[in-house]
């Protein structure tokens, strides 16, 4: 079955940039998916959706409180998925996930399965 690991975490100040990346590391393909999805949990929240990029054209799609400051992107050949994230907030500080789509709703990913263990995003105002 797929695997996805997450890495590019870490610790930064209020307004700095980081980029996660998210990997397919069991050997198969998960182009066989419609896309993958970015997570993020803070601490006493749920588990909130980030953005997507479905693989049929590249869509993306963001939350609204990501809006201009996050991107996602893949690699020409979709080994891995980056979430870019800029001018980062202290609000921004949780667990960030990644997981492929099982289907499409509304030609946009859905129903995400396979997830990653998660990068640690800590932002510091």
């Known amino acids: 079955q797929v695997q996805l690991v997450e890495s590019g975490g870490g610790s930064v100040q209020a307004g700095e940039s980081l980029r996660l990346s998210c990997a397919e590391v069991s050997g198969r393909t998960w182009m066989s998916s419609y896309g993958v999805g970015w997570f993020r949990q803070a601490p006493g929240k749920d588990r909130e959706f980030v953005g997507s990029i479905r693989w049929t054209g590249r869509l993306t799609e963001y939350a609204d409180s990501v809006k201009g400051r996050f991107a996602i992107s893949a690699d020409n050949a979709g080994n891995t998925v980056y979430l870019q994230m800029n001018s980062l907030k202290p609000e921004d500080t949780a667990i960030y996930s990644c997981?492929?789509?099982?289907?499409?709703?509304?030609?946009?990913?859905?129903?995400?399965?396979?997830w990653g263990q998660g990068t640690q995003v800590t932002v510091s105002s």
């Open positions: 997981a492929v789509a099982r289907n499409l709703l509304a030609g946009r990913p859905a129903h995400f399965d396979y």
